[in-house]
């Protein structure tokens, strides 16, 4: 329970770099990225909308923050990666594309952020083997390939002036995490040593018998 308390936390704290970072943005150079992107990425149109699936890459576990994202960079052709802190408009830069992809028939794959699901992490099309990957606060990955800067569409003076508030907010976001974290890792080890105490207690022939007889009343 503390450790999704200090995760709350550190979302509440999220908001407020994320407002921050927002006011810095140029939103009409973001909505030029979008078209540029469009034009560069769906070059073709099928006749039906195209399907949707949504995952998760990245995880907050008791092992710390896990991701599979190199290993899914890995096996795309075209990458696009997308480097920002919060509030930078990724997610909705990478909505838009996975929309008209989907409008122009292709089958896209959303994969949310495991600390706020509603933002988009990456967008894969895997039918023309493209993807379009962000590097954040929580993933913290570095790619071998091409990347855009989102403080590029940024007034830099605004992001200069509130450089101490950003600065204090990350800080507590990162120290914030690191405690969830730990809290997890803690409850997983007590978990773990609680379950010596029933393994050796379990007649584990029984239940194979229930679940041997549950499955022939399913098929």
């Given at each position: 329970?503390?450790?999704?308390?200090?995760?709350?936390?550190?979302?509440?704290?999220?908001?407020?770099?994320?407002?921050?970072?927002?006011?810095?943005?140029?939103?009409n150079?973001?909505?030029?990225?979008?078209?540029?992107?469009?034009?560069?990425?769906?070059?073709?149109?099928?006749?039906?909308?195209?399907?949707?699936?949504?995952?998760?890459?990245?995880?907050?576990?008791?092992?710390?923050?896990?991701?599979?994202?190199?290993?899914l960079?890995?096996?795309?052709?075209?990458?696009?990666?997308?480097?920002?802190?919060?509030?930078l408009?990724?997610?909705?830069?990478?909505?838009?594309?996975?929309?008209?992809?989907?409008?122009?028939?292709?089958?896209?794959?959303?994969?949310?952020d495991?600390?706020?699901?509603?933002?988009?992490?990456?967008?894969?099309?895997?039918?023309?083997s493209?993807?379009?990957?962000?590097?954040?606060?929580?993933?913290?990955?570095?790619?071998?390939?091409?990347?855009?800067?989102?403080?590029?569409?940024?007034?830099?003076?605004?992001?200069?002036?509130?450089?101490?508030?950003?600065?204090?907010?990350?800080?507590?976001?990162?120290?914030?995490?690191?405690?969830?974290?730990?809290?997890?890792?803690?409850?997983?080890?007590?978990?773990?040593?609680?379950?010596?105490?029933?393994?050796?207690?379990?007649?584990?022939?029984?239940?194979?018998?229930?679940?041997?007889?549950?499955?022939?009343?399913?098929?």
């Amino acid at each position: 329970n503390r450790a999704y308390r200090l995760f709350a936390s550190a979302r509440k704290i999220h908001e407020d770099w994320a407002s921050i970072n927002s006011s810095a943005i140029n939103i009409n150079k973001v909505y030029l990225l979008i078209d540029e992107l469009k034009k560069n990425i769906l070059t073709s149109k099928h006749k039906d909308f195209g399907l949707e699936r949504h995952l998760f890459s990245t995880a907050l576990t008791p092992d710390g923050i896990l991701s599979y994202n190199k290993e899914l960079a890995n096996e795309i052709e075209h990458l696009y990666i997308i480097k920002g802190g919060p509030g930078l408009k990724k997610t909705q830069i990478l909505k838009a594309i996975g929309h008209e992809a989907q409008r122009q028939g292709y089958f896209v794959e959303y994969f949310h952020d495991p600390l706020i699901p509603d933002r988009i992490e990456n967008v894969l099309i895997p039918d023309i083997s493209t993807g379009l990957f962000t590097t954040n606060e929580i993933s913290r990955i570095n790619y071998n390939s091409n990347v855009l800067d989102m403080k590029s569409f940024c007034d830099l003076k605004i992001l200069n002036d509130n450089s101490q508030k950003i600065l204090f907010d990350k800080r507590h976001f990162d120290i914030l995490i690191n405690e969830g974290l730990s809290c997890i890792t803690t409850a997983h080890e007590i978990h773990d040593k609680l379950e010596t105490y029933y393994i050796g207690s379990m007649d584990f022939s029984k239940v194979d018998f229930v679940t041997s007889g549950f499955a022939k009343e399913l098929f």
